[in-house]
């Protein structure tokens, strides 16, 4: 029997079990943005089981996820991401849930030259000025935000209110020159920030209501938020007396429900559950009702779309190999419960629709909160791109 062991040998690797694909999910679970994170994770287990049929597996090969908490924090979310890449040899990896992590987090890629697919972080650096090549975006970014805002605002007078931090500040950056792409003769007349986790709101609309309140109608402030928002804390101050409209950024739902005062009132939005008609919302919808007795919420949409870029780039590439994986990303196409998502070969960033939303006056029940007025294509949104290739 010795003389037989070589060629046993010789034999069991053609016998030996696909070796395993592994992402790395990075949030920020604990933290400020903690219920964003959760709803990312949630969204992106939901789109994996679905796309895989419930086997997580592609073409044979298990499919392992290891999560990971950067707290929010840049420093973190390079180590969490060198960790996923250097010690759990990951082959892709996605995230994270703050832009200011986001950031630090690019160029650990092209350190280990990995893809790194970000979600739902919206900085538009991320794919401009500190873009590498392995930085590829499912999230939608500040740009397509403010094309979205800019598409609803015609003319007037327009302030915004922000966080002072990467995603405020980048986010009225965008709404400026989105302004100027879109043609909009409405007038920025005043940028207002203040400290993420603001809770008095006082000093800041009272400036804002100053410079607003003898500008040319109609008079729009725009509320960019991340985190509790203060739209109900303003009305308070009563900006109608100034004859100052708020217009709302798309939220997540607890913070919408908390709205219902506020019916007729317009705002764009990244995602909202009933909004979509094509198979995959229709079942990621029913299934997050049945386990969650809630609807899929705007950061729970986008874990199940980075998910399925994921699949799809993994099982596109045959693998986890870095150079297959870009070749098979740039300029791919994927399904999300929004739709047709693309890949832009140019910058990585994923084109996508938009919705213009009015929050309904009469609302059927607790998750009835806003109707339709019109789907923003990605054709409209002309976000230009600004990454050095």
């Known amino acids: 029997?010795?003389?037989y062991l070589p060629l046993i040998l010789a034999l069991a690797p053609a016998f030996a079990p696909a070796q395993e694909l592994k992402v790395a999910l990075i949030t920020g679970k604990t933290g400020i943005l903690e219920p964003y994170a959760k709803e990312t994770e949630a969204g992106f287990m939901l789109g994996l089981e679905y796309l895989t049929k419930g086997k997580m597996e592609i073409k044979g090969r298990k499919l392992k996820v290891i999560v990971k908490d950067d707290q929010s924090k840049p420093d973190l979310g390079r180590t969490m991401l060198a960790e996923a890449y250097g010690d759990d040899k990951v082959d892709i990896a996605v995230g994270t849930s703050s832009s200011g992590s986001a950031i630090a987090m690019l160029p650990i890629a092209a350190e280990y030259k990995k893809v790194l697919i970000v979600e739902p972080a919206v900085a538009d650096a991320i794919t401009g000025e500190k873009w590498n090549k392995y930085i590829f975006r499912t999230a939608r970014n500040s740009m397509q935000d403010g094309l979205a805002a800019a598409s609803t605002f015609k003319q007037g007078s327009v302030a915004f209110l922000a966080q002072d931090y990467a995603f405020g500040k980048d986010a009225v950056k965008a709404a400026r020159e989105a302004l100027a792409l879109t043609g909009s003769k409405a007038n920025i007349v005043h940028e207002e920030y203040?400290?993420?986790?603001a809770t008095d709101f006082t000093a800041s609309a009272q400036r804002i209501f100053d410079k607003l309140k003898d500008k040319p109608q109609p008079r729009i402030l725009q509320i960019i938020w991340a985190g509790p928002n203060p739209m109900n804390k303003i009305a308070d101050m009563k900006p109608e007396r100034y004859g100052i409209?708020?217009?709302?950024?798309?939220?997540?739902?607890?913070?919408?429900?908390?709205w219902k005062a506020f019916g007729g009132t317009e705002g764009t939005i990244y995602y909202y559950y009933a909004f979509p008609k094509n198979p995959m919302n229709d079942w990621f919808?029913?299934?997050?009702?049945?386990?969650?007795?809630?609807?899929?919420?705007?950061?729970?949409?986008?874990?199940?779309?980075?998910?399925?870029?994921?699949?799809?780039?993994?099982?596109?590439?045959?693998?986890?190999?870095?150079?297959?994986?870009?070749?098979?990303?740039?300029?791919?196409?994927?399904d999300t419960p929004k739709g047709r998502m693309q890949f832009r070969t140019e910058d990585h960033q994923a084109m996508q629709p938009m919705y213009h939303f009015r929050i309904k006056k009469e609302q059927k029940n607790e998750w009835d909160l806003l109707e339709l007025?019109?789907?923003?294509?990605?054709?409209?949104?002309?976000?230009?791109?600004?990454?050095?290739?």
């Open 1 to 3: 029997m010795k003389k």
């Open 245 to 258: 409209t708020l217009a709302p950024g798309g939220n997540i739902l607890p913070v919408l429900k908390t």
């Open 285 to 334: 919808v029913a299934e997050h009702m049945k386990r969650y007795k809630s609807p899929p919420d705007m950061f729970t949409a986008g874990g199940f779309t980075a998910a399925s870029a994921v699949v799809t780039a993994l099982a596109k590439a045959g693998g986890g190999d870095t150079k297959k994986l870009i070749e098979a990303m740039e300029g791919m196409e994927f």
């Open 194 to 197: 203040a400290p993420q986790n």
């Open 373 to 389: 007025v019109r789907e923003i294509p990605a054709s409209e949104l002309p976000v230009p791109v600004k990454n050095k290739r």
